[in-house]
């Protein structure tokens, strides 16, 4: 059948002659298909809506059934499932008149039914092999349950954590954003898109999404051109010159113009200067806000708005469906514009096969096979070990004796159904691990739990029975932190402790005087100075998915030791934010003994946490950096250089990291800025010489006259253990 379709259109181009510009067979379907379209069924290409959900599955209104058999919808995203995409794929492929493949999107974002820790906690591992791993499982999964593409990866940057959707990045840093935008997409797009375990990546969300003004969703971005290219814009042309396939537009303004109908960021950076040749789509809904925005008096102007600044594809707001054909008309957009858009979407889906064999992702036998098997769950559970990072140790609290007599309390203690977080796709708690069963299958000590308080509320009544199960333990195990609804989209908060009365939970345990292991599951960079103090060892445990309640338990009877590094800043109050550890200088840096410099009347300037900061169970020292050579010149390859000894009695995972300052330059430059990381792993006493190299192209950023470029002078170079520790050595660059 499928064959046949192809050979259908294929016979159909043989006789337009030469008058259709021929250069790939790609080309070739894609433009003698274009010849055969109506501008109804164009617009349709252009045109993605959901489908619904019910407690039995995902579902779809007969309107949209009609829109498929009518060739009015091109797409669809939240169906999956081997057996519900063959059912819509058959309406497209036999009851359309064109027979053109439906696509199918869905937001796979940490996993699909194996459910793998939250993207800020994966980026807390700096395991780029991992991280792709991750993306490959998720897109291998996904692809065997009828997808082709997913909604991922977001690589919005996110400084300040009141902001929800800091937990689906790769937190503050630009070089590390970018390099996990990168691992991400290759996970995805896995040996290239047509392959049955490969999904069609989408960079989100471009652009500058993570920027709203006081952390509030779908706020207002207003930022410098310098500021936006050299921290946010990175991340999704590193995304871009990965391949990633297709690009979906921002909610917010920049600098005045809503992303989706702001031609500067679709066409001038995205196209002309990225070089980005896939198909853009808007955000949900996002053609109809450019109304609300007030960029557009209606939603006729506000889809010729989009067009014209380059989206390809509507996302659910079925603007282009309603209005396109009469802007046409009128002579407002014109059909070179439309062809433009679908051969680009045609093109994706010739990519993925879908024209050879509209079915090929449809497979109930792959499907059974693949989703959530033991490889797959065994992945998830290396990566969440990865992702945990110790934030605290006093008197080696961790890891536990498997002989401990353990109190497991609080609100997520027993919990399966917050574990995989926020955007966990197909995900569900009953296939996850809590703590308590990770303790138990690990260790006959666990001598029972009590939740002590739920999440939300001001109930006290559960302290009781936890502070006299606490009392009989040698060490309290709390688990505490954030429902996943409080992070992801449309969850910005304006506190950043513990809801509830978990804080006060924590408070009523310490005071037993048992030592206090405190576990944190949450999605974003948490404010509990409280909290820390009264705990012996804290465990940053965000949303670590499928298999978290066993890679907890790895972690803390220290069969896995602990290596992750915060990729985002913990402030010590929401007063502080954003605070991020590359800020500029200023003309009046802190000085603790003057108060006419910059700082707080109240707080200390210092995080909570830095960013790049996490411990082992073991201990590593530093010596000073040394270089190849103390001056160097474009073109030359500086080596940079530390021995970095395991001090401890225990081997271990240490992340080395390179930061770089450059003294002077023609505008101001960070006090720090990340350029490279590599993990090692030490034996006890074992010491290693870590080289980093860098070059002048290392050194680059957009100079007072918005050229890209370095400056001659002195840098200063730091490898250390994170973004607050050592010593810099300075080289000259000539
Ligand atoms: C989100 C996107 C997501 C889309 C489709 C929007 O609300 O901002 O990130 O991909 O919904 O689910």
Redesign the pocket.
Known sequence: MAAAIFAGIALFFSFQGSSVPLSSSEDRLVDSLLTLMTVEEKIGQMTLFTTDWEATGPTIREGYREDIRQGRCGAL?NSHTAAFTRELQRLAVEESRLKIPLLFGY?VIHGYKTIFPIPLAEAASWDLEAIERSARVAATEAAAAGLHWT?AP?VDLTRDPRWGRVMEGAGEDTWWACRVAEARVRGFQGKGLGHTDAVAACV??YAAYGAPTAGREYGTVDMSERFFREYYLPPYAAAVRAGAATV?TA?NDYDGVPATGNRYLLTDVLRRELGFTGFVVT??TAINELVPHGVARNEQEAGELALHAGVDMD?QGAVFQQYLKASLEAGRVSMAQIDTAVRRILKLKYRLGLFEDPYKFCDPEREKRLILSAEHRAAARDMARKSIVLLKNEGQVLPLSRTARLAVIGPLADNKDELIGSWSAAGSGSDCVSLLEGLRATSRGVLGHAKGCELEGNDRRGFAEAIALAKKADVVVVAVGEAAYMSG?AASRTQLSLPGEQEALVEALAATGRPLVVVLMNGRPLAIPNVVERAAAVVEAWWLGTEAGNALADVLFGDYNPSGKLPMTFPRSVGQVPIFYNEKNTGRPFDPNSKWTSKYLDAPNSPLFPFGFGLSYTSFEYSLPTTSALTFRAGDTLRVSAQVRNTGDRAGTEVVQLYVRDQVGSVTRPVRELKGIQRIHLQPGESRTVTFTLTETDLRFYRRDMSFGSEPGAFDLWICSHSAHGQPVRVELQ
């Open positions: 995203f937001d909604f977001m989100k969300h979906m909610f955000d949900y996302m989209e």
